[in-house]
């Protein structure tokens, strides 16, 4: 990533937080910046509200360029672009391939489960090319955006906690009928365990320390190839449910063993599920104009 794409992102940033929020809306409106480049120069850029109330950031930036030809420009833009907008309204996915733009930079993705990655896939199956924003402005933006984001996150939260002999009983269910995350577990070493899922849906929290340190469960590396974690003691790994938005949160408090000289095997973990909130019809989306 080079500095020169840095640059604009952080300008995209700056501009989401003078977003403007439309007047009579009760969800939170997400707070988005979009910036235009082309040949190394500034086209155009736009913040939420700046055209006009609840227009899209993206689609201000569009017209602010007039006439210009944006063919094969780099669009910053801090929300993934909308995919979906109800007739006769276009969605700013669309727009940006009808402009022909070359790539797109991404800050965060749409939090709606209905719309996730829609508008990275259509930019993609267009043949435009794909970048994310870096971590550190990614969080930058889950600040800003926290109330946006949390409409569809906590709901159906559960938690508790397990002991039990992994030896004996390897399999152990998280949570209850209708949501469960079943996770299987085996011996290591003497405060360490192997914890394993289906391929995919499984991933270490590196470093975290405690549950609440976990912002976005989906945000983990759930890396296709791998059906298994080793946590020690203190570590937390994440389990994704059957469901793509279901997770459950489980610190690894204790591992037993008789092989390392202790009286029983035995994991014990305290654990969260999360399941991120599915909003109602289209007109109910968070992205309206
Ligand atoms: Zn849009």
């Known amino acids: 990533m080079t500095d020169e794409h840095y640059k604009w992102m952080r300008k995209a940033v700056d501009l989401a937080v003078q977003s403007i929020s439309e007047p009579g809306r ?19 850029s736009a913040f939420r509200g700046q055209c006009a109330a609840g ?43 009808d402009q022909g733009v070359g790539t797109v930079y991404i800050g965060l993705y749409d939090p709606n489960p209905k719309i996730y990655r829609e508008g990275w896939k259509m930019l993609r199956d267009a043949g435009i090319s794909l970048r994310d924003f870096p971590a550190d402005l990614r969080n930058e ?23 039990f002999d992994y030896v004996h009983s390897p399999i152990f269910t998280i949570g209850e009928p209708p949501v469960v995350i079943d996770t299987k577990w085996s011996h290591a070493a003497s405060g360490v365990i192997h914890a394993y899922s289906e391929r995919g849906q499984i991933a270490l929290a590196r470093y975290a320390e405690s549950l609440d340190e976990i912002d976005d469960p989906s945000a983990m590396d759930f890396n296709p190839d791998k059906h298994s974690v080793t946590a020690n003691e203190g570590n937390i790994i994440i389990f994704r449910g059957p469901r793509e938005n279901i997770y459950a949160i489980v610190k690894v408090e204790q591992v037993l063993s008789l092989d390392r000289g202790d009286d029983r095997n035995e994991v014990a973990f305290t654990y969260e599920i999360r399941t991120i909130n599915i909003k109602g019809p289209l007109d109910g989306l968070s992205e309206q104009e």
Do not use: M, W
């Open 26 to 44: 009760d969800d939170p409106p997400p707070a988005v910046g979009a910036v235009i480049v082309k040949d190394g120069i500034e086209v155009a």
């Open 55 to 97: 227009n899209h950031a993206e689609k201000c930036a569009i017209e602010s360029a007039g006439e210009r030809d944006l063919s094969g420009a780099v669009v910053y833009t801090t929300l993934e672009p909308c995919s979906r907008r109800n007739a006769p309204k276009v969605a700013c996915a669309q727009r940006l391939i």
């Open 141 to 163: 933006l889950r600040e800003i955006n926290a109330a946006f984001l949390n409409q569809y996150r906590s709901n159906g939260k559960a938690s508790g906690s397990a002991t």
